[in-house]
């Protein structure tokens, strides 16, 4: 028994081919889709178990007791519902959109802390003065401490910085520097309270148990009790709503699949679903529509210099069979020097006509009314050279 032999032979080969390719490209997809927890990932998530992840600080906050969740939907949400009871991490945000900037000012008014990390986390920030630093530097910093607030005491803090902040708003505090440079800042904003990290190393995976860098994160984010944390994820790339959760590689693959499986369907039954009678013929044009049409052509194109082309051969090879000659590609000069041999009495016109009609046809800029003019005069030549032509018949 063949498999699926109530289809027809072709039918079935192409759905074979079908389920062949289906599987052939989401093999290829799943190889070269790149693994988002590889180390070669940068975005500090607390969903990454990679080395610039940051899985480790999360659970290990989880476990040390500290109500924290993770915060996927709109931050305008998160700012409606802020109070002196709401802490959120930034950790590496990437946001230029009004909206979420004034998000986060409401946090921090409502009397929320918020800790925020590398330049679009002090791009976010309320009164935040995030900058590029004059040197770069790709190698880890033990920072100094320069600060005489709790936080500066937090110990021995190891740093990559991305970002620097520009001195000068005595409300707001160094507390670590990297060779001079502002690393750590602190600053009182409205009601809450405001954490600065020039980037979000301490925190990632490889380098939470490094020195001190745990206590930095914990001193950062303040006292445990009486306060509910959030890891803000809706920064880094996605803001999670009901369908988020049904998006990915399937539901790409499904939103191309079915269309193109829907054209196979209609393809493979159209082909015996049509119709059984022949088309009628269509109605023949009456000349005079398709003169019209044919000088609409003409017109919309510019091609009045084509039509003097096609008017001028006519004539050409009318002529030269009136003359008892082969049609040949000829001169206007030597053309018309052949009829006054064979047609002495042609009109006197003739010559400066038929220069007329060939300078014409290398004018492409030729105005339509000329054209038109040049090609009336060939039909009139034409029709009395016609007449001339004909045998005069003699009375006995």
Same mark, same amino acid.
């Given at each position: 028994?063949? $498999? *699926? ?27 070269? !889709? ?7 990932? +940068? ?23 500290? %109500? ?9 949400? @998160?700012?409606?519902?802020?109070? %002196?009871?709401?802490?959120?991490? $930034? ?12 998000? !986060?000012?409401?946090? !921090? ?5 918020? *800790? ?65 440079? %502002? ?98 013929? %269509? ?10 049409? @044919? ?12 039509? !003097?082309?096609?008017? @001028? ?71 009395? *050279?016609?007449?001339?032509?004909? +045998? ?5």
């Amino acid at each position: 028994m063949k $498999f *699926l032999s109530a289809l027809d032979s072709r039918d079935r080969r192409l759905l074979l081919w079908c389920v062949g390719i289906a599987v052939a490209l989401a093999g290829l997809i799943g190889f070269l !889709v790149p693994n988002a927890n590889g180390n070669d990932n +940068p975005l500090p998530s607390s969903y990454l178990a990679g080395r610039h992840g940051a899985r480790a600080a999360y659970d290990t906050l989880l476990r040390s007791g500290y %109500p924290v969740q993770r915060w996927e939907r709109p931050l305008a949400e @998160l700012a409606a519902a802020a109070g %002196p009871d709401t802490v959120v991490i $930034f950790a590496q945000p990437f946001s230029r959109e009004p909206d979420d900037i004034k998000a !986060v000012r409401q946090i !921090v008014e409502r009397g929320g802390r918020v *800790l925020s990390t590398g330049f679009w986390g002090g791009y976010i920030l309320p009164g935040g003065a995030p900058d590029t630093p004059s040197e770069f530097s790709f190698a880890a910093c033990e920072l100094e401490p320069e600060g005489l607030d709790p936080l500066a005491g937090s110990g021995t803090v190891w740093m990559v910085p991305t970002a620097t902040w520009q001195v000068g708003n005595p409300a707001q505090r160094v507390e670590y520097t990297c060779a001079g440079q %502002p690393a750590v800042v602190e600053y009182d904003y409205g009601k809450g309270h405001v954490v600065w990290w020039a980037s979000a190393t301490p925190l990632e995976n490889a380098s939470l148990a490094r020195a001190q860098n745990l206590d930095l994160l914990l001193s950062s984010l303040g006292p445990r009790e009486g306060r509910h944390f959030y890891w803000d994820e809706s920064l880094h790339g996605d803001v999670r709503s009901t369908w988020s959760y049904a998006a990915g590689p399937a539901l790409t693959l499904l939103r191309i699949g079915l269309p193109v499986l829907g054209l196979l369907i209609v393809f493979s039954f159209s082909r015996r679903s049509g119709p059984v009678r022949e088309p009628a013929p %269509p109605e023949r044009t009456a000349p005079i529509e398709f003169v019209e049409a @044919l000088g609409s052509l003409y017109r919309s194109a510019g091609a009045s210099s084509t039509a !003097v082309a096609v008017a @001028l051969e006519r004539f050409r090879r009318h002529t030269l069979r009136l003359c008892g000659m082969r049609p040949a590609a000829i001169g206007a000069q030597e053309l018309a020097a052949v009829i006054r041999r064979r047609l002495p009495s042609a009109a006197p016109s003739l010559e400066s006509d038929l220069a007329a009609c060939e300078e014409a046809v290398l004018n492409e800029s030729i105005d339509p009314r000329e054209a038109l003019r040049l090609i009336q005069a060939l039909h009139a030549h034409q029709e009395s *050279l016609a007449v001339e032509a004909k +045998p005069v018949s003699r009375s006995a």
